[in-house]
């Protein structure tokens, strides 16, 4: 019996945002990747992400390990982003005080 083996693309896809996403759902290659990193094994992945599929699931655990120089400068680069968003957004609407503001509204609209 001879096996065909063939080479098995990581199922990642860019958004339009320039987002990495396991191919055909909404999970980022950041979520994957940040619950490998923290323990979780393939199978827990799956468990917290119905959507995924096991199989790329491990192609993408795969790919990481292969490719974490790249995906690393990717993710921090992701965080830098992220980062600044925040800091934008808390400039904007001041988040010091934001839970007694809220519960002075419902007090004065019950």
Same mark, same amino acid.
Do not use: W
């Given at each position: 019996?001879?096996l065909?083996?063939?080479?098995?693309p990581a199922?990642?896809? #860019?958004?339009?945002?320039?987002?990495?996403?396991?191919?055909?759902?909404? +999970? #980022?290659?950041? #979520?994957?990747?940040?619950?490998?990193?923290?323990?979780? #094994?393939?199978?827990?992945?799956?468990?917290?992400?119905?959507?995924?599929q096991?199989s790329?699931i491990?192609?993408? +655990?795969?790919?990481?390990?292969?490719?974490?120089?790249?995906i690393?400068?990717?993710?921090?680069?992701?965080?830098?982003?992220a980062?600044s968003i925040?800091?934008?957004?808390?400039?904007?609407?001041?988040?010091?005080g934001?839970?007694?503001?809220?519960?002075?509204?419902l007090?004065?609209?019950?």
């Amino acid at each position: 019996m001879n096996l065909a083996i063939a080479i098995e693309p990581a199922p990642l896809e #860019t958004d339009a945002r320039g987002v990495i996403r396991v191919a055909k759902t909404r +999970v #980022t290659l950041d #979520t994957v990747v940040t619950a490998f990193l923290e323990g979780c #094994t393939p199978e827990e992945i799956g468990e917290q992400y119905p959507s995924l599929q096991i199989s790329d699931i491990y192609l993408v +655990v795969g790919y990481y390990l292969k490719h974490n120089l790249e995906i690393d400068g990717y993710l921090a680069e992701r965080q830098r982003q992220a980062a600044s968003i925040r800091q934008e957004v808390e400039q904007r609407f001041n988040p010091v005080g934001i839970r007694e503001r809220l519960i002075a509204r419902l007090e004065r609209h019950p």
